[in-house]
């Protein structure tokens, strides 16, 4: 086999040459690295909340209330005196949190039941309609539905936009199944007498996973935008947990004197969001060079 | 074409049957004793026992479907814990709001936003295009209440053009109507906007690259004729499609633009119906937003035929 020059490259393990190999890296995926960074970033920063000169975010101290940032207070203080710095970091934990778990969630479920579906016509045909039911209603009114009869609680959040995202993902592993079945070298394997649940493991799912990573990381954007939406609304997180839509929830009533209390828990879900989204357009277009063209 | 539009109507009844199943199943499939959930910590006993006999909960569940399902026939939503008032009622004080805010929004949005996507699609791989795309990304990770309150700030506050929050009545006057409308219809729109100009791009490149584009070039048409004549035509049914699925952001964000903004509408009603547990008025909500989703979906559906004279069914 010839080798190429670019397989040289790959070889060379000497530090200027690598140093290339990253900036040609960057180079051919902006987003996936900017994205990559700013989400890394976020998470690192739950992780250590506690390091990072963080007081405790549920502290009060009512005659403090209401600071403007200073030197001691880098991003004020809300209307019952908590350090809103503290609350911030630590409302990561909640945001980050919600959306990895509902990604991980709706897309382990989602690929249990487009598989049973993709396979079996009889329980394709109830399985869509209820499906293609729950998809007319708007994802942020079922999770509005579930958690106004739960209590509020961060598992019952990640249950309640779970099963709002499920449908979708339902769908999109349906049709690559779909797809796949028609394809020679899985009707091959069927034919040479391989058993379907073999079949499914070895030649479906793996190829189902490119397009449900993209679609992960979108989901995982949309559930942290789901999360401050509802708890925004009163419909969230409980008050205990300082999550960045309760944050901005608690504190609007003062918007008018403190705006930095709803523009500094903003900004960091906006841009934690806006990290996924980048690298999701990444990954798809690293995955899937047909749709990079274009979208 | 008529059997097509027949089929069509008659497959969201499979539809809306789920919608009403699954917001019938609600109360049940939660745990625990959903009277006691909705009567909230500080109720008695015969709070808990009031409550569970005006949802119909003391009946067999079939007894309550039967009757969910012919009380649903009659437009009878049920009446509201909290009020006493029916469902029916409460939903159609507050929808009028909910309808102005989202017509306009979903005007600006076209209005902005298919112009953008075909901007960048005709000047594709300039910085304009890249300036298009970079505010699409935007548009999908600020969420609406952040931008609401940044518009809020900056053009009622900083510079005192528009008025901070609430609702006019077309009645009281055009003008502050639509002056209440702008911000909440911005805020809204944002993500709509951002969604619809990105397909709007990909699906004109699409178009972009056919064969018969380049024909109209090169008999000699001017650029503006082949972008909107040729081009834009082509390039609608993926535009309208997209335009009937995002209405379902436009509703999620709704429920938050209205509490933003103290819009008195639906949102609104469902916030408070929230904050109150009031269950019957968040089932009618749903199904009212759901229906309305499936009939704008359904709408873009039989519109193909209109923007696509190949379609014939």
Redesign the interface.
Known sequence: MAVVPSDIDLIATHAPKQRGAVATYIRRHPTIVVGGVLLGLMIAMAIFAPYLHTVDPLALAPAKRLKWPTAEYWFGTDMLGRDLFSRTIYGARVSLTVGISVAILSTGLGLFIGLVTGFNRAVDAIVM??M???M???????A????????ASLQNVIFAITVAEVPRVTRLVRSVVLTLREQPYVEAAFASGTTQIRTMWRHIVPNTLPPLLVQGTFIA?GAM??E??LS????GTPPTIPSWGNI?AED?AV??VA?YI??FP??F???T??GI??LG?GLRDALDPRLA??? | MFGYIVRRILATIPVMAVVAVFVFALLHLSPGDPAAIIAGDNATTADIERIRAALGLDQPIYVQFGDWVWRLMHGDLGISIFTNLPVSTLIHQRVGPTVALSISTLVISIIVAIPLGVLAAWKAGTWIDRGVMVFAVFGFSVPVFVLAYILIYVLAIATNLLPVQGYANPADGLRPFLSHLVMPSIALGFVYIALIARITRASMLDVLAQDYIRTAHAKGLSSEKVLLRHALKNAAVPIATIIGIGVALLISGVVVTETVFAIPGLGRLTVDAILRRDYPIIQGVILIFSAAYVLVNLLVDLSYALLDPRIRY
Not at chain 1, 144 to 151: D, G, K, Q, S, Y
Not at chain 1, 232 to 235: E, Q, R
């Open positions: 309609r209820i293609d039911g729950l007319s209603i708007p994802s942020v009114l079922i509005i539905a579930l958690m106004a009869l739960t209590r954007a935008i789901t401050a939406i925004f609304i009163g419909a901005m609007r918007f008018l705006y709803v523009l903003g900004i879900l906006s841009l969001v806006l989204n980048l357009d063209r274009r979208l």
